[in-house]
């Protein structure tokens, strides 16, 4: 595969430093395949699976059709890989993140995963803030990129995270910690990539709504808005948790802690999913082949309620952040459903 980077920088995953990084490895005759940095190329891209067999006809309109957006095909298997990299490079761009400088983040798993890829390949070393009931393969996933994992008390979720993270960068101002939550790369990331992607990606067909889990609200922010750029009719759609329910990487505002990056008013409606019903979702997902997390499963679940709605030959897209291999010690696709429903309640698993 041959990579320009130079002339993939305004369209493509890479931007600044590590644009001219790959670039001179490229000048200075560096078989692309052997410059560690090209792998951040393998970023974004991902297919748009047609999963209209989860659809009941009989409630549907004609023509709907069922799109899902599989990011897990990303590098490190979510879709933070994008904001990763966005997060990263800007900070770089800015003259903040100098080289060498660790990187320290609040992550209920996926992201911290992501910028210890980014940063092992950009040359930070990464400290990532995390629940301790998070599934083991996160922890396994971060230590194997060489990042190092902090716990914070599981009970209090990712807002623990969150304050434990802002608590060990204010001792310690050598660290940079790029915030999701806060960060305007993390929506810019979708604007920029997710969002033109599935535009490409449905051709000329109506997208009735996008719905995806909420959780920074970074996806929903980012493809929300170039969406709503193209066609005002758009529903921009939210899955959140239900009170009290704890789904892997996504939030309930009513929780208390609204991201700053996230503007309420863009999102359409957002519809609460229980624990039972998004891992219903996600064995739902594996019956037509996609092998997803159980966010996704909470999307799912969504977007087939709101494509009852949707006019004759429209679509709805819903975004898989990940596959299901960081899921498969919690047994979410064998379990007996009432026997793992009770285990999340006890919040074993976050
Ligand atoms: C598995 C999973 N799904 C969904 C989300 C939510 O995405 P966003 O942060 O863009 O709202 C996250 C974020 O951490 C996640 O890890």
Redesign the pocket.
């Known amino acids: 595969m041959v990579i320009d980077a130079r002339g993939s920088a305004s369209s493509g995953p890479i931007h600044g430093q590590a644009a001219d990084a790959l670039h001179d490895a490229r000048h200075h005759g560096a078989r692309i395949d052997t410059c560690p940095v090209a792998l951040l190329e393998t970023i974004g891209g991902t297919p748009l699976a047609d999963v209209s067999l989860l659809l009941d006809h009989r409630r549907t309109a004609p023509g709907v059709r069922l799109l899902a957006k599989l990011e897990g095909f990303n590098p490190t298997g ?3 890989d994008r904001i990763a990299l966005a997060m990263v490079t800007d900070a770089r761009d800015r003259g903040v993140l100098t080289p060498g400088r660790t990187i320290l983040e609040p ?5 911290g995963i992501s910028l210890a890829f980014v940063g092992r390949l950009l040359g930070h070393p990464v400290r990532a803030v995390l629940p301790d009931n998070a599934t083991p393969e996160r922890v396994q996933a971060m230590r194997t990129y060489g990042a190092h994992v902090v716990f914070s008390d599981g009970d209090l979720g990712s807002n623990g995270a969150v304050a434990l993270a802002k608590e060990l960068a204010a001792k310690d101002p050598s660290l940079y910690m790029p915030m ?1 939550y806060e960060n305007p790369a ?1 929506p810019l990331a ?1 604007y920029e990539t997710t969002a033109v992607e599935l535009l490409e990606q449905v051709e000329d067909r109506r997208i009735h709504a996008f719905v ?9 922010m980012g493809v929300g808005r170039r969406l709503l750029e193209h066609d005002q009719r758009t529903q921009v759609v939210a899955a959140e948790p239900k009170p009290g329910d704890a789904i ?3 939030r309930s505002l009513e929780a208390g802690y609204v991201p700053p990056i996230l503007d309420t008013s863009m999102l359409t409606r957002r519809i609460y999913v229980t624990n039972r019903h998004s891992v219903l979702g996600t064995r739902s997902l594996a019956g037509v082949g996609v092998f997803s ?1 159980v ?1 996704a499963g909470a999307a799912v679940q969504v977007a087939r309620l709101i494509a009852t709605e949707a006019p004759r030959d429209s679509c709805v897209v819903f975004l898989c ?2 596959s299901g291999w960081k899921y498969l010690s919690a047994d979410l696709f064998g379990r007996d459903i009432d026997d793992l429903e009770e285990h999340m309640d006890a919040g074993h698993w976050w």
């Not at 992550?107 to 992201?111: D, K, L």
């Not at 995806?212 to 929903?220: E, F, I, K, R, V």
Request: glycine fraction near 26%; hydrophobic fraction near 25%; avoid cysteine.
């Open positions: 979510s879709v933070k992550t209920s798993g996926n992201t999701q993390n979708h995806a889990g909420l959780g920074t609200g970074g996806t929903l892997m990487g996504l997390g966010s952040a990940d």
